[in-house]
C-alpha cells in the first residue's frame, strides 16, 4: 500500500508524484489515458503568464519560483532520461500601451522589462515582426517548453527511478470513511492509501466529493503549427490574446482560442482561422508556411487562474492540485514543490491561504 496515490498523469500530477518519490514518500500514480495526453501535451510552454501584471501575487509567487526550478529540472531530466524538452530562452515581446502598473509588477518581482515602440528596436529583438508589432514590453528572460518533450521526459524519469504508475487506469470514486480518505476505486481495482492527491486538470471537479465544492471547469484552447525553418523566427510575440511560440527546429505554434463549451475537443476551421489572420498580423512571412497541424486541448479553468494547492476541507488525506488554468507548466514546477509541503506537514516561507478551497468561493 503506498503512502500516497495521486489521481492524474498531467504535467501537475506527474511533477508533484515526482516531488513527493524524490522526498522519501512511496507513491503511486493513476492516470485515465496516456501520461501526459491532455493539457499538458496540447500547451504551449511558455514560463511566463500571459500578461502576468495582471495576475494576483499569489500566482507571480509561483511564477517566479518556476523560473528558478526550470534550468535545473530540465538539466536534471536529461541526465536522468536522455530527453531533451527544449526549454530555451526566447523571451517575450507583449504589444501593449506601457503603464504604471507593469512598472511596478515589474520591479516588485523584478522581471526585466523594458518598454520599446521604436521600430528599428523591435526589428532588432525579432527581425520578422509585422507592422502590427509597432510598441510593447520586451521581457529578454522568458523560457519556454516543448511541451510533448517535457511530459516524455517526466514520464521517463519515472521509469528511471520506477516511480510506480498506471495508464489507461481511471479513478471512479473515493473510498470515504468518516470524513477520512483510505483510497480510490478503479473499475479494475480498489487502491488503498491514507493520503490521495487530485490532480485530474480539467477533470477535478467532476467527482462526487468534488462536484458542488472544487471549482474547476475546462476552457478549450486550440493551436496550429507551422512548419519553418530553424532560427527564422526567434521571439515569442504576443498580442491581443494571440501569440506566436517559435520552436527550436523552426515549427512555429500559433495559439490560442479560450472557449468554454464543456469537455469538448473538437478542433474548428473557425479558430484556425482566427490564429492564422492573428499570426500573420504578428509576423507576415508566417502566411508563407505550411500550417502543419491543429489541435485542442482542455485547460483546467479557475476564475482568477489560482489553483488549488491544499488539503480538502472536510475530507481528512484528501488533497486537491488543480486549476492551474493557462499557466500549469508555468506554475508547475513551484506548485508541486509547495503541494509536497503540505503532504509533509513543512511550513512553505509565506501563506498558503490563496491556495485554499475558502479562496476559491
Ligand atoms: C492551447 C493551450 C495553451 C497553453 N499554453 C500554456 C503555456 O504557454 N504555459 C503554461 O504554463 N500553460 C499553458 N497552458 C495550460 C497548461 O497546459 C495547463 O494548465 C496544464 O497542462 C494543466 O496540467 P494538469 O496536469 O493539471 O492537467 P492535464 O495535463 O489535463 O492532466 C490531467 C490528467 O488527469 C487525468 N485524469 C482526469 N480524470 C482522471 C481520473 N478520473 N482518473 C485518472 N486520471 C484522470 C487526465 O487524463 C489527464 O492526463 C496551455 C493550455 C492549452 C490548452
Redesign the pocket.
Known sequence: MPDCIV???????LLTARQLFLQGVDVLL????AL?????W?????ISPLYPWRYDDAVNRLAERSKQIYPVLNETLLAETGVDSQLINSGLFTVTEASVEIDDWAKKWSVDAAFIDDVVAIHDIEKTAGAAVDKGIWMPDILQIRNPLFVKALKASFDHHSIAYHEN???EDFIINNNKVSGVKTRQRNYMADKVII?????SGQFSITKSSVNVLPVK???IMYKGEPGLIKRIILSEGHYIIPRKDGRVLA??TLEKIGFDKNISDAAHDELHHAAIELVPLLSSLPIERQWA????GTEKGIPYICQHDEIAGLYIH?G?????????AASAELMADIILDRKPGFSTAPYGMQAQH
Do not use: C, D, Y
Open positions: 489521481v492524474g498523469g498531467g504535467a501537475i500530477g493513476l492516470e485515465k489515458g501526459g495526453g491532455e493539457s499538458s496540447a500547451g504551449g510552454g511558455i487506469t481511471a479513478v490532480a485530474s486538470g480539467a477533470w484552447g486550440q493551436m495559439g490560442s486541448g482542455l485547460r483546467p488543480a492551474h488554468f493557462r499557466n500549469g507548466i508555468v506554475l508547475g
